[in-house]
């Protein structure tokens, strides 16, 4: 049934519609319609004056439809239907005329063309309005579970709050510990505290935790579903070591043989082909390296047939020998485990450049390294044991340059962005230089110092004032070996000068990127993510937490590279949002989805195809299209592509919209 | 009375007439906190030069450095490098009228002006004249208290 008393408010935005749009003659003229029992203007709608005249419209005039003539729906379209809605009319009776930004802001110097433009926006409108029916929100039941991926400091915090809320989560970390680049790190900036200590009681409320189910050494394989009920599927990744057994005792690393480099101290360290991750690695279980250890190569290339396993010659199993609760069994245990989650966050954090991408400042050179690297060297529990030393010569360095800036700020050979953290993780390096080599000459070459957080200006200054570092303002474009010495050749723009000093060893503080990978992952969670690997939000200022897909958050480094103490609070922060979505029994779903007219459709499976949401299957038996509420998020690429219009979004029909775009082109 | 006329013999070569390169690049040979005349200056002045962080407000707000050949910020930055050498040959020290508007204004609560003495008493310590007492034009017109501030300056 066509509606015959419509109300329209049109609404002045203070001087935003008003000082363009004559409002006075657009609600005179709407007036005019016979299908419109109320035409009237206001100055603010959005305020509650103006929500107020909705709500007692409706009643008065018992309206049976609302046109609201204001700014983007996007803004206030939820405001004005629940006004309605107050006043007793179905919210999806409401429609909202966009008369700000389509007619007063590009029309500004033509008011006269703005105002006619707004009639004709609103008389569309109605037109649409007209056939809206009225709908209920679509409820679906919520699995009371989270996911979260990725075991650094922002994923452990999302984490240790669902599961202090009493909700169940599953944390995924692909390496074989939690921890994150936090654990890597030497002493962290500003206040110098040492990560693992204030790390690991996390890490170890993690791991005991009842409500936390950890699967380190293991990934997200693919994701289903949607807000509320998602399903994924997680490949724990062989370790050839029974986990249940393993004890961590660490017998096994003492005896094998093979040698390679450690991916937790990035190359500063060796490691054995059995691994533990880290001393303090949570959970501290070995596993075998498939691709190194002698005895699973051997036995790789027998299956594969390339070698013929001659008798009586045995093949090492040192390590299996020693190994007192016989957890190393030498099978592929790769399991893939299937599990329900309402909600997801994703934590994946960042990676730095390597050295190597930049020749030109000699990153092919072993004492030239990235500032991850060198974290390594300056970690008390590190390779070094805190006192840094040059990878060539083991010998320690009488003088050290810090270079800021490398790829960062520099969209031709790197990324456009400022990195954000290496400003003061140089500084804070540097200062740790001093403290445990105080006779190393310290040079910092920076563009400028930015340094803009709670401590980190005044941390500035004390390298500055206390520590003896030398700061130089200008960045550096070559380095090179002269000697046993590396050249840096710099500037100072301040006086005016190349400046040239010959050091031991150089730091680069590469720029930060999106995680390795992340990328595939943002695709099976149909979550975007921008060139350099960053996970975008729904609005940077507003939304800077959630994803377009309903029920993902993002949190930590994964979103855009920052410090501890942001990362932490970004954790927290998504577990609330999860925390809000998973406390409700039912969630409601807006009732705008597709529906398909069996009579009609020729089940040719065209709209399948177009589907994003994976919403739509053929029913066998009837050879019909049919719609998944759930998954639905009536976005009309189906509609648009059958042939037969059997399939429709509601209240966007195909008759509504033609006839709205029939009084926009002016063809009556 | 006419203007004061002081002839102001330059026995110190201005860094205009360096030679082209020597400007233009510096080499730091050694830490500038282990400099020993940095250190000096240090001391005579009582400022630690390597808490500068070159906001240039010094310069912004100094009378003479229109006139100047370094301007006092640089005058940090030189330091900071361990190049006491340029500064020992450039006129900005003796050009500062020492009148603390940078020390007054320094945002790090540096005494600029006592910088800019300890740079001159460097030199004076030689036994060095910035001024020619013999040598001052007019020497009977001026009035005798600005050939006194003149020689209590320019000469040890
Ligand atoms: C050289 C250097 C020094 C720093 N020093 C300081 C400092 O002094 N103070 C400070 O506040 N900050 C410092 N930072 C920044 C600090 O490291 C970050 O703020 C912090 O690590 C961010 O935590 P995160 O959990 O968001 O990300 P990350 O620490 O990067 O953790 C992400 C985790 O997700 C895992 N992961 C990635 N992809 C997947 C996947 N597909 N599936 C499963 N798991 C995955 C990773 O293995 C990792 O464990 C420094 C950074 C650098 C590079
Ligand atoms: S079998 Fe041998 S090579 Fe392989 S992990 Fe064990 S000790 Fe190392
Ligand atoms: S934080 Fe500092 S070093 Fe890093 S990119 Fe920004 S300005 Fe450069
Ligand atoms: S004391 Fe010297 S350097 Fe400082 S403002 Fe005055 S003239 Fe300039
Ligand atoms: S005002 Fe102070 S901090 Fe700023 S440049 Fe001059 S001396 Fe340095």
Request: glycine share 6%; hydrophobic share 40%.
């Amino acid at each position: 049934m066509a509606m015959k008393r419509i109300g329209v408010f049109i609404c002045h935005c203070g001087r935003n519609i008003a000082g363009t749009v004559d409002v006075k003659k657009v609600a005179e003229e709407i007036g005019k319609r016979e299908d419109v029992a109320l035409a009237t203007t206001y100055i603010f709608m959005c305020s509650e004056p103006g929500q107020k005249l909705i709500e007692e419209s409706v009643k008065k005039y018992n309206l049976d439809g609302v046109v609201v003539a204001n700014c983007s729906p996007t803004l206030h379209e939820k405001t004005m239907r629940n006004a309605a809605a107050r006043g007793g009319l179905n919210p999806y009776r409401v429609e909202i005329a966009n008369i700000r930004e389509w007619a007063a802001w590009p029309h500004e110097d033509n008011p006269e063309a703005a105002t006619r433009k707004a009639i004709r926006i609103i008389n569309a409108t109605i037109e649409k309005l007209k056939a809206n029916a009225s709908l209920e929100p679509i409820e679906v039941p919520v699995v009371r579970r989270a996911l979260v991926i990725g075991g650094g400091v922002a994923g452990i915090q999302a984490a240790l709050d669902l599961a202090d809320a009493g909700i169940e989560t599953i944390l995924v970390e692909r390496e074989p510990s939690i921890g994150g680049n936090m654990f890597r790190l030497s002493e962290t900036f500003p206040t110098l505290d040492c990560p693992q200590c204030i790390l690991t009681p996390k890490m170890n409320d993690v791991a005991q935790h009842p409500n936390i189910k950890l699967y380190t050494y293991s990934e997200v394989e693919s994701v289903e579903g949607f807000m509320g009920n998602f399903k994924v599927k997680i490949r724990k990744k062989a370790t050839y070591v029974d986990w249940d057994k393993c004890t961590g005792c660490g017998e096994c690393l003492r005896v094998c043989p093979i040698n390679v480099d450690s991916e937790f101290d990035l190359r500063m360290a060796k490691r054995k082909a059995i691994y533990i991750a880290n001393e303090q690695a949570v959970p501290l279980k070995a596993l075998i390296d498939e691709n190194t250890c002698i005895r699973l190569q051997f036995e790789k290339k027998v299956k594969e047939g390339k070698i013929k396993p001659k008798k009586n010659v045995k093949i090492c199993s040192k390590c299996a020998d020693v190994c007192e609760p016989n957890a190393i069994h030498f099978q592929n245990n790769e399991e893939i485990v299937e599990e329900e989650v309402g909600s997801i966050i994703v934590a994946t954090g960042f990676e730095v450049m390597p050295a190597e991408a930049f020749p030109e400042l000699g990153g092919k050179y072993p004492d030239v390294l990235n500032s991850l690297q060198f974290e390594r060297l300056l970690a008390p529990s590190g390779p070094t044991a805190g006192i840094p030393r040059r990878p060539s010569d083991g010998k320690v360095p009488e003088s050290i340059a810090f270079v800021h800036c490398v790829g960062s700020r520099d969209p031709q050979s790197g990324v456009p962005y400022c990195s954000r953290i290496c400003c003061m993780y140089t500084i804070k390096q540097a200062m740790l230089v001093k403290h445990a080599l105080p006779s190393t000459a310290v040079y910092d070459f920076y563009i400028d110092i930015r340094s803009n957080g709670k401590g980190y200006e005044e941390f500035y200054h004390r390298a500055k004032e206390e520590y003896g570092v030398n700061f130089i303002r200008g960045k550096v474009s070559k380095i090179y070996k002269v000697g046993d010495k590396y050249r840096v050749q710099g500037v100072d723009t301040l006086t005016g000068r190349i400046v040239e000093v010959d050091v031991d060893m150089v730091i680069l503080a590469t720029a930060a990127k999106g995680s390795e990978g992340v990328k595939d992952l943002a695709k099976k969670l149909r979550i975007p993510y921008d060139e350099w690997g960053w996970l975008k939000e729904t609005h940077l200022k507003l939304k800077p937490l959630e994803t377009p897909v309903g029920g993902v958050f993002i949190a930590g480094a994964a979103q855009f590279v920052k410090d501890i103490t942001d990362s932490v609070s970004q954790g927290s922060g998504a577990a609330a949002k999860a925390m809000a979505l998973l406390s409700k029994p039912q969630l409601e779903k807006e009732p705008l989805l597709a529906k398909v007219d069996p009579e009609i459709c020729a089940g040719c499976g065209r709209c399948k195809d177009q589907c994003a949401y994976g919403a739509i299957s053929i029913d066998p038996v009837r050879h019909v299209a049919v719609v998944n509420e759930a998954l639905c998020e009536g976005c009309g690429a189906c509609s648009a592509n059958c042939p037969t219009t059997a399939i429709q979004v509601v209240n966007f029909k195909k008759g509504q919209i033609i006839r709205a775009v029939d009084v926009l082109a002016e063809v009556f | 009375m006419g203007a004061c006329k002081v002839h102001i013999p330059i026995k110190s070569i201005s860094i205009q007439n360096l030679k082209v390169g020597e400007m233009m690049k510096y080499t730091i040979k050694k830490d500038p906190h282990k400099d020993e005349r940095v250190q000096e200056i240090i001391d005579i002045s009582g400022q630690n030069i390597f808490s500068c962080y070159q906001c240039g407000r010094c310069s912004s707000g100094c009378p003479m450095a229109e006139f100047m050949d370094i301007l006092p910020n640089q005058v940090f930055m030189f330091l900071q490098e361990g190049d006491v050498d340029t500064l020992l040959q450039a006129k900005t020290p003796w050009i500062c009228a020492a009148c603390f508007t940078c020390t007054v204004r320094c945002p790090v609560g540096l005494d600029l002006a006592a910088v800019m003495e300890a740079i001159r008493e460097l030199q004076l310590r030689k036994n060095y004249d910035y001024v020619d007492p013999y040598n001052v034009e007019e020497r009977d017109i001026l009035p005798p208290i600005a050939l006194v501030s003149n020689f209590r300056k320019f000469t040890p």
